[in-house]
Structure formats: C-alpha cells, structure tokens
C-alpha cells in the first residue's frame, strides 16, 4: 500500500525522524519513520513525501530533484481525525 502527500512537520526522535503528512487527496494525517540522516533533516513542511512498506520519497518543494528515497523503519501512531503530532487531552 503507498500512503503519500504534503509534510506538515518533522521531528527528531532519539535515532529516528518522524515524518507527518496531510494526504492530498482525502485529507488524511499520516505519519512514517525513518533514519536519522543529514537528508532526513532537510525535510520541511510544504514538500513531498510517499512511501511503501519499505521505502519514503521525498522531493521538497522547489523540486531541486524528486523522489530522494529514504528507508522507511516504521509507521507513526496517529489518531483519526486528529491534527498529527499532537496529543488529546481526556476530561477529568
């Protein structure tokens, strides 16, 4: 299955980035790990990201070049409906 769209942000998680997306076309949040490199810093809101069960592309936004490809580890834990990244707060 490929899972793809705009990054909305990126965050540095001990050895791995987290890389969370806004599909396109259903307006789905979505989120992926990968490695820790100098590429996967770059990463910034606004570019572009898929990926499949084993691999992440990523062209950012000015379109130097498209689909660098980064080894994708894991996917990120999201809630449905819900801004990715963020936490709920439950009533007490």
């Not at 050895?15 to 996967?40: G, M, N, P, W």
Request: net charge positive.
């Amino acid at each position: 299955m490929q899972i793809g769209g705009t990054v909305l942000d990126t965050k540095i998680i001990g050895d791995k980035v987290r890389i969370d997306i806004i599909s396109d076309q259903y307006k789905e949040c979505h989120s992926a790990f990968t490695e820790l490199t100098a590429a996967a810093k770059c990463i910034q809101p606004d570019d572009s990201a898929f990926w499949n069960d084993t691999t992440i592309y990523w062209s950012p936004k000015s379109r130097c070049w498209r689909d660098y490809q980064l080894k994708r580890i894991d996917d990120a834990i999201t809630k449905e409906n819900s801004k990715v990244g963020t936490v709920e707060k439950t009533k007490k």
